[in-house]
């Protein structure tokens, strides 16, 4: 089978294209063929070993994949060849074939193709949790979504609609506000010609009830200014390369709750709960995974390029089919 392997640390144009052999799956293992992989800011960082954790190159580049089960190992009772599933792990996804542990794939919820499911599975879960667990996002509540544009950020934004909220979306350029506008936000921001402050005060008067923050950098502490007293800050990520530095004092004078994303944070019970509300929403097609950009594997480098200078509107897709 074909992969993108990473064969040392550097930039996305270190990727190359191999040829690699699969082993048939062991006990509680599936063997996959891929048909469509997701870039995620994270697959850039390590292969630029800027990642929380390090992954010993020569590895194959990927952590998020749909496809059809072509090969199921021994005491794997509930998934079967044919059956559709996305999985995710840290690397090995933008390969033609992966072998992996049953219990990291999922069914692919009715309804939904493979294409939009391989786009919905880290950001739509990563915004759909963040919204559900930590910000606790419901009708009528006033929600900023900074990084509006990317993966994550257009996710909340559509789920933020679909919960009831009033999305404000920031993002860097009109192309990305504009397909907000589309997926629902009220009002659009671009920090990048805009004083964010002021623009915030002037759409939302009475302040956010909640801020989804997945790029950090400039834009972080306007948007934490924004909030209405107890309000929630979530950070989910830093995809604009800057950690922030928040004053503490406006946490203290607002009685503001800073949060942080995890997904091991979430209650077991809670967490299955918004899994299933999310499998609903997608199955019923109220939130659709908004492709940006498609990639042959041959163009893998070139995927990670687009995303990693930020030039991504919504999900970008490695097509391996």
Excluded: W
Excluded at 95 to 104: D, G, M
Excluded at 119 to 134: D, N, P, Q
């Amino acid at each position: 089978m074909r992969a993108a392997v990473c064969p040392a640390f550097g930039p996305p144009e270190v990727v190359r294209i191999e040829q690699r052999d699969v082993p048939a799956p062991g006990p509680g293992q599936v063997g996959v063929r891929v048909h469509a992989a997701a870039v995620n800011f994270p697959d850039v960082l390590l292969i630029a070993d800027s990642y929380q954790v390090s992954v010993a190159p020569p590895f194959v580049v990927g952590s998020e994949f749909a496809g059809v089960v072509d090969d199921v190992g021994s005491d794997v009772d509930d998934l079967a060849v044919g059956d559709s599933v996305t999985g995710t792990g840290m690397v090995g996804a933008f390969a033609e074939r992966v072998v992996v542990e049953a219990a990291r794939v999922s069914a692919v919820p009715d309804g939904l193709d493979l294409f939009a499911a391989a786009a919905a599975g880290v950001a739509h879960r990563t915004a759909m949790h963040s919204l559900r667990s930590m910000a606790r996002v419901g009708e009528g509540d006033e929600l900023v979504v900074l990084g509006a544009g990317g993966g994550v950020g257009l996710a909340a934004v559509q789920l933020g609609v679909a919960l009831g909220a009033h999305v404000t979306a920031v993002a860097s350029s009109p192309e990305k506000l504009s397909v907000a506008t589309i997926y629902g936000a009220r009002h659009g921001i671009d920090h990048r010609e805009t004083d964010v402050r002021a623009a915030l005060r002037g759409a939302i008067p009475a302040g956010a009830d909640a801020v989804l923050d997945p790029v950090g950098g400039a834009v972080s502490e306007p948007a934490l200014r924004s909030l209405r007293r107890g309000g929630r800050f979530i950070t989910v990520g830093f995809a604009s390369g800057t950690i922030p530095r928040i004053p503490l004092n406006l946490v203290l004078v607002k009685g503001i709750h800073v949060l942080g994303f995890q997904f091991q944070d979430v209650p077991a019970d809670e967490f299955a709960r918004t899994e299933q509300e999310l499998r609903a929403l997608l199955a019923s097609r109220r939130v659709t995974p908004h492709i940006g950009a498609v990639y042959p594997l041959a163009e893998a480098a070139a995927a990670l390029r687009h995303v990693a200078d930020g030039r991504a509107v919504g999900k970008v897709l490695i097509d391996l089919r």
